[in-house]
């Protein structure tokens, strides 16, 4: 992945065109804010008559849970980085992980991918590798989350009244998606070495061609099956965290568990595909707006913004942890061998 200059990124552009995506992005997200601010002025005397009682068994669970979640996110990556040729330890990658993690939230989807990238390569693994593995987990998240809100999400979570016929072709494409992954984005090399042909017709492109070794970019069929599983297994166990969340705060039922998991998963998937750093703000306003009828808006506000608090509270627990993970003695792939 080439470095240095603003102007010779992949996905980059000219310096011009990259400061009017973050001003289209800083606009959106601006503007997403608005609305919540004007639905909440709107709903305000709903908003008032939250009635939380919060149960500390199924708290805990929640909070264990979640923290499980994000470690398998980790695990995740380390078994997909593993693919392409460059296996880390566990605590090495914990950090790396968790430490890109953390830029999501700036505003462009480029910083977490030129993070990873450089967290990565002191231990010798491949910018371009590294930075296509930041790609591959955001797609198979999305693929994940489109999964399980085709399975469980509220019928009128798309505000359509599609019915099982949405479900079916988000449900479907979502999962041939995900197995096909090897193919397709962990396997870029198979359509990579094309574009790398016409880019070195182009004087400018040879550069970027030459710092970006095509057999960098396909990762082992078998590993990025194994990853896909883990990256799955992470959602659903974000799912369960959610409904012992909900269990926790706003008094649900085991009526609402296939509820409260479907409108989240709906609101992970809007808010990956969203305009806001991390989905903030969107998720929020999914989640609430598909619970608003069941528990009430203002539960269903505050049920949605006690996920983020949590993924935020072990996620200020965790990174200090991973700020410390490897740096007394860095592991490289030799280490890991021997």
Request: charged share 15%; net charge positive; proline share 4%.
């Amino acid at each position: 992945m080439p470095t240095g200059r603003p102007s010779g990124g992949i996905g980059g552009g000219t310096g011009t065109q990259r400061w009017v995506g973050i001003a289209v992005r800083w606009t959106l997200g601006l503007a997403t804010a608005a609305v919540i601010i004007w639905l909440a002025v709107r709903n305000w005397d709903d908003l008032r008559q939250i009635d939380l009682n919060v149960k500390a068994g199924w708290l805990i669970g929640a909070v264990a849970v979640s923290f499980s979640a994000t470690l398998l996110l980790a695990a995740a990556w380390r078994k997909l980085i593993g693919g392409y040729g460059t296996p880390l330890a566990c605590q090495p990658a914990l950090r790396i992980w968790m430490l890109s993690q953390a830029t999501r939230y700036l505003p462009t989807g480029l910083v977490p991918i030129a993070a990873r990238a450089s967290l990565a390569a002191p231990l010798g693994v491949n910018r371009a590798a590294a930075g296509a593995s930041v790609v591959v987990e955001t797609a198979t998240l999305v693929g994940w989350a489109a999964v399980f809100a085709a399975l469980w999400a509220p019928s009128d979570w798309l505000g359509t009244a599609g019915g099982w016929l949405v479900r079916i072709v988000i449900g479907a494409g979502a999962a041939v998606g995900l197995v096909t992954l090897p193919w397709t984005l962990a396997g870029a090399s198979l359509w990579w070495r094309r574009i790398d042909r016409c880019m070195r017709r182009v004087v400018l492109l040879r550069r970027v061609a030459d710092r970006i070794p095509p057999d960098a970019l396909s990762a082992q069929r078998s590993t990025v099956w194994q990853a896909t599983s883990i990256y799955g297994s992470s959602v659903a166990l974000r799912l369960v965290a959610t409904v012992l969340l909900a269990l926790a705060v706003v008094g649900a039922g085991l009526d609402d568990v296939w509820l409260v998991a479907g409108a989240t998963a709906a609101g992970v998937l809007v808010g990956m595909v969203g305009i806001t750093p991390a989905g903030l703000g969107v998720r929020e306003v999914v989640v609430a707006a598909l619970l608003a009828d069941r528990f009430g808006l203002g539960d269903a506000a505050a049920f949605a913004i006690a996920v983020r608090v949590l993924e935020f509270a072990h996620e200020l627990v965790l990174l200090p942890l991973a700020a410390a993970a490897g740096r007394a003695r860095p592991t490289t792939a030799a280490d890991v061998a021997g």
